[in-house]
Nanobody, 126 residues
Framework: VQLQASGGGLVQAGGSLTLSCAAS????????MGWFRQAPGKEREFVAA????????RYIESVKGRFTISRDNAKNTVYLQMNSLKPEDTAVYYC????????????????????WGQGTLVTVSS
């Protein structure tokens, strides 16, 4: 699976962005998909993920109620809708795929993920 993330940019605090991650390969629909981020000088952290079917979405506490992960298996694409953005959301955002077969599993540990996109930069100004 090859992943291509897009949609990052500069936005003012309180604004919105939608990130997209397009996947190539026939196993996308058998992968849990996750979004992770890495801010300057910080460790990579989990943001959101969902199973292959869209069940079991999980979020880091700091984005609950503001971010929504979704996927379209027909388009091999996963999205991250980000609302009410804050300066602390500034980071490079990465999408990742975890092959699960037909298990309803949503991983939050980046070490579990098999494939990674190149990252897209989100900058939130105050």
């Amino acid at each position: 699976v090859q992943l291509q993330a897009s949609g990052g940019g500069l936005v003012q605090a309180g604004g919105s962005l939608t990130l997209s991650c397009a996947a190539s390969g026939r196993t996308f629909s058998m992968c849990a998909m996750g979004w992770f981020r890495q801010a300057p000088g910080k460790e990579r952290e989990f943001v959101a993920a969902m199973s292959w079917s869209g069940r079991n979405p999980r979020y880091i506490e700091s984005v609950k109620g503001r971010f929504t992960i979704s996927r379209d298996n027909a388009k091999n694409t996963v999205y991250l809708q980000m609302n009410s953005l804050k300066p602390e959301d500034t980071a490079v955002y990465y999408c990742a795929a975890l092959y699960t077969g037909n298990r309803y599993y949503t991983g939050v540990d980046g070490n579990e993920y098999d494939y990674w996109g190149q990252g897209t930069l989100v900058t939130v100004s105050s």
